[in-house]
């Protein structure tokens, strides 16, 4: 082979390869993500509708092309096509509610859907922009005549370097999204098999049968439709594990604080509770001591007087405005 | 901190959520399955995100380097490249996927500094390094402040900022070679001249014969002179010169205006750069130089010396004057307060978060009671009081019968009485909400926040906050000494340059007495440089000259380095009547200076000084052959 087949054959090579990123962690999420995709297409045909085509499709493209908006496009158009598989928003399906729970075409869908938009994000970070732009300096400071760069006048994007961890981060994402998978569908067994009820305690009880098959709001305990129940639960278990949190980070942020930050807590809390005394004292001892640099008063008349020429603008505007809305009135009902 | 994809993403997953959980889950239970499985990778991801960050950052050390010509070195080389390395470690936690490391760069340096950032995981088996080659122009000092690190997680939905602070300060020495001092031609005597030594025309110890003179009774025998003894037919001595070595003092003006940058650099830095090389060179020839610096407060003084250990003590003190910050804006408190502020977020960014520095509302709200104008509010107060009295009453009420129908002046005189009131509350509601508009309220909340700030780094009690917020002066003071420690180096806009103003006379005493403690202490005829801007003082010069005419009669010889004026930015043609001001009086300010300037040299010539430019070429060729001079050989330079 001549030197010159084997430059023409890097040439077609490169050509081939361009759309790959250069982080070989980010190829290998690329390509996984496209794997991903082809197995979600073969699954959507299984679930019927074949517009839903379109999810995949459009997946990889944004996959190929580094698109930020594709994961949360590619959710929409799957829950509509969900909604209505022909795309046809005047044909309902009925409830499939009392047999939800562990199927294996919810948990192969939303299992493929999470690990896609996954790979999708770690692409994103290895290859275009892991976090954002720090603003730049204020003026006077280093940094400040920082040269930008790039068609959004912005400085150069921080990618994630590249490790070779692939096989060890998708196990864990596999892993994390399997524990998901698990978790929603325990939630949406409870969602669907606890009623809110105010006279029990813990406000909650397993619904009968009896009542699930019953679908008229006014026999469901406390008078409420199921979605309320529903939304109620979720709304209170998001409360409530929102404010665990909340409460164990707030402990652990307490009991590791830097020394300067209490301090900083202490005094910030002993000058709220008595800044009134305080700042009576202190205003004092100022102005005895010379220490204030009270502006003239001339700049406080004409400070007032700026105020005083908004307050009139302010008035005048809400007379224009009454009077224009009074002779459109006038004009349109002739009263 | 969620990142906007964060947000889009858990917003999109909160919303098919809670559709799917509410309505949605009647045609499909994928929808709501699916939304609880995002919504729990979303929380699964924070969670782990959270617990590395919380157990990692407590733990994180940073250790900094500066190194040249391949060692490790506690004072740095101005103009050779410095290799900066800054490794941070994890001591303990878990690793976290991805931190960016910024380095602070030295707020007080001119030049531009170079991208130093690194990325990638950090945990305890993974220090990160970050590694980058600089060079500092400006002898000075250098003070690092720290790292900045950005951290985040693997997909890039959450985000956190913090600084590890680690203050260092470094030393820049001037350049320990400089081109301009080192001889260009060859010595016209291929001969080492004696250590130090020149001649000087009074008896002393040297080889040269002086002069001869009678005998005295006591006068070593070898020194007599036979055969002129033999000739006159009584003794006689013979004395010798007097060998001294060649001592040269450097006077620096450090004063304030010295110590701003200007088109032709900082004349302060370029003062130390040249001192330093007439020290070295001269030092090389093994002559003492002795350096005096001076301020408008005070003097410091190094005595002449050649040993190594000397010259370093004079590099040391040469950096460290030309690392002098000229005086920051000082009589305006809002405008200092904007200053510190943004410096203060970036190196205490944790410090002056809500949760630990708050800014309550009432904060914000003017007291009418602090105005000059709370007088009209006393005297609307007062007018009900004063209405209520028989007489005046009548009289109102005379005046509301004549305006209004009959039966209802009532309600003329009610609103006689009660309007003051209410223009009396509107003014106290209208000058108390005005601090809580954008400007004043931004003020406000930057001061309390920096007052707290001060009060923590100097473990002062809560009432130094409102000392500060209260007190203007003591505010300003404060913030011109964090300002002063972190160096922070005030610049002036080129266009607004301050004007030649009336000669300060504490300047010129200060340099003038400096000299004649200096001539009247010198045993020998010495060199006197100095390096000052003594343009602006030139109407006042007076006491300078005599201690010229003072060292000069004594036979000292004197060069002057003065800062030639530098023309100012040619203007680019604004059209800003204002800017076009400013670029007039500019032109004024140079023609005026320049016009000062020349003054200087006629009145300098008169005393027998040579004045040359500072930023000339020749001034420290100039210098070393003065010193060639005094010692009596000439090397062409």
């Known amino acids: 082979m001549s030197a ?116 999708h994000y770690n692409s994103l970070s290895l290859s275009l922009q892991a976090i954002p732009d720090d603003p730049l300096p204020e003026p006077g400071f280093p940094g400040s005549r920082m040269k930008r760069s790039g068609k959004n006048n912005l400085p150069d994007s921080i990618v994630r370097p590249s490790s070779n961890t692939f096989e060890r981060e998708f196990l864990e994402i596999v892993a994390m999204l399997a524990l998901a998978l698990f978790l929603a569908q325990l939630a949406w067994y409870g969602l669907t098999h606890l009623v809110v009820d105010f006279q029990a305690f813990p406000l909650l009880r397993w619904m009968s049968e009896g009542i699930r098959s019953n679908k008229v709001a006014t026999v469901w305990p406390a008078g409420l439709s199921p979605p309320m129940h529903r939304m109620m639960i979720f709304a209170a278990a998001i409360l409530a594990g929102g404010f665990t949190c909340w409460f164990a980070f707030w402990y652990w942020r307490l009991s590791q604080l830097p020394r300067l930050t209490a301090l900083m807590i202490v005094n910030d809390v002993a000058w709220k509770e008595h800044r009134r005394e305080m700042q009576r004292q202190e205003r004092w001892r100022a102005w005895a001591s010379g220490g204030t640099l009270s502006p003239s008063l001339a700049s406080e008349v004409r400070e007032w007087l700026q105020w005083l020429l908004w307050l009139v603008l302010v008035i005048l505007i809400a007379i224009l405005v009454g009077v224009g809305a009074a002779l459109f009135r006038t004009s349109i009902y002739g009263i | 901190m969620l990142t906007a994809r964060g947000w889009w993403f858990v917003s999109t ?153 680690d203050a260092r300060e470094w030393l820049i020495l001037p350049t320990l070679v400089s081109a301009e001092g080192t001889p260009t031609g060859i010595k016209r005597l291929n001969s080492m001249p004696p250590p130090g030594g020149h001649r000087h025309r009074r008896a002393g110890t040297g080889s040269e014969l002086l002069d001869l003179r009678d005998y005295r009774p006591g006068d070593p025998p070898k020194t007599i002179a036979w055969r002129a003894s033999a000739r006159r037919d009584k003794l006689i001595t013979r004395e010798f010169e007097s060998e001294v070595p060649v001592r040269c003092t450097l006077f ?173 509350a509107m003014f106290w509601l209208i000058h108390g909400i005005r601090g809580w508009f954008a400007s004043r309220r931004r003020a406000t909340s930057q001061r309390k926040q920096l007052a707290a700030l001060f009060t923590v780094l100097d473990a002062e009690p809560p009432l130094q906050i409102e000392r500060y917020l209260n007190d203007d002066r003591a505010w300003m003071e404060r913030c011109r000494q964090f300002l002063e420690l972190h160096r922070f180096r005030a610049e002036l806009d080129p266009r607004t340059q301050p004007l030649p103003g009336n000669p300060s006379l504490t300047v010129v005493e200060i340099l003038a007495r400096a000299l004649w403690q200096t001539a009247a202490r010198a045993q020998d005829n010495e060199l006197y440089v100095l390096l000052a801007d003594l343009s602006e003082q030139v109407d006042a010069l007076t006491p300078v000259l005599n201690a010229i005419r003072f060292a000069r009669a004594r036979h000292h010889q004197l060069i002057v380095l003065a800062v030639e004026p530098v023309p100012p930015i040619p203007a680019n043609k604004s059209r800003s009547p204002r800017l076009r001001y400013l670029e007039l009086l500019q032109e004024w300010r140079y023609r005026e200076l320049a016009r000062r300037f020349e003054r200087l040299q006629s009145l300098l010539v008169k005393a027998g000084v040579t004045l040359i430019p500072l930023n000339s070429r020749d001034a420290v060729p100039a210098v070393l052959n003065r010193l060639d001079r005094i010692r009596g050989i000439q090397v062409r330079r």
């Not at chain 2, 990325?119 to 500092?136: K, M, N, S």
């Not at chain 2, 944790?350 to 009671?369: D, H, I, K, Q, T």
Request: charged share 15%.
């Open chain 1, 4 to 119: 010159d087949d084997s430059k023409t054959e890097y040439a077609i090579l490169r050509l081939i390869t361009s759309w790959l990123p250069d982080s070989p962690l980010a190829r290998q999420y690329l390509l996984a993500g496209i794997a991903i995709q082809f197995i979600l297409a073969v699954a959507l045909v299984q679930a019927g509708g074949s517009y839903s085509l379109m999810i995949p499709a459009l997946g990889t493209l944004g996959l190929i092309f580094r698109w930020r908006a594709m994961p949360v496009i590619t959710l929409i158009l799957f829950v509509f096509f969900q909604l209505f598989p022909d795309g046809d928003p005047y044909l309902k399906t009925p409830s499939d509610i009392p047999g939800s729970h562990f199927r294996m075409i919810d948990l192969l869908l939303c299992g493929l859907i999470a690990t896609s938009i996954y790979c």
């Open chain 2, 13 to 165: 997953a909160m919303v098919i959520g809670i559709l799917g959980v509410v309505r949605l889950g009647w045609w499909s239970a994928t929808i709501p399955l699916l939304g609880l499985t995002l919504l729990i990778l979303f929380f699964l991801e924070w969670l782990r995100f959270a617990i590395q960050y919380r157990s990692t950052t407590p733990a994180l050390r940073v250790s900094r380097q500066l190194i040249q010509a391949g060692c490790e070195s506690p004072a740095v080389w101005a103009n050779i490249p410095v290799h900066v390395r800054v490794e941070i470690t994890a001591t303990s936690g878990y690793t976290l996927p991805l931190v960016v490391v910024d380095d602070i760069p030295a707020l007080d340096r001119t030049e531009d500094s170079p991208a130093a950032r690194t990325a990638g995981p950090l945990g305890p088996d993974t220090p990160l390094l970050l590694e980058y080659v600089t060079q500092f122009e400006q002898p000075g000092l250098l003070r690092f402040e720290g790292i900045q690190l950005r951290l985040s997680d693997r997909c890039g939905f959450f985000y956190r900022r913090l600084v590890v602070r």
């Open chain 2, 252 to 424: 620096i003006d450090a004063t304030t205006a010295n110590r701003r940058a200007t088109a032709g650099g900082i004349p302060l830095a370029r003062m130390a750069q040249v001192a330093a090389a007439v020290a070295q060179a001269a030092m090389a020839n093994r002559d003492l130089v002795g350096v005096t610096v001076y301020d408008e407060e005070a003097t410091i003084s190094e005595r002449p010396g050649r040993t190594h250990s000397h010259l370093i003590r004079l590099l040391r003190l040469l950096a460290e004057t030309a690392g002098r910050l000229p005086a920051l804006p000082g009589d305006d408190p809002v405008k200092l307060g904007q200053i510190a502020f943004p410096l203060a977020q970036r190196i205490y960014p944790e410090l002056l978060e809500s949760y630990c520095n708050a800014r309550p509302l009432g904060l914000f709200w003017l007291p009418v009671a602090d105005s000059r104008l709370f007088w009209v509010v006393v005297m609307l107060m007062a007018w009900p009081f004063l209405a209520v009295q028989p007489a005046v009453l009548e009289l109102l009420a005379r005046f509301a019968q004549q305006l209004s129908e009959p039966g209802r002046s009532w309600q003329i005189l009610l609103l006689f009485l009660v309007l003051p009131g209410w223009l009396a």
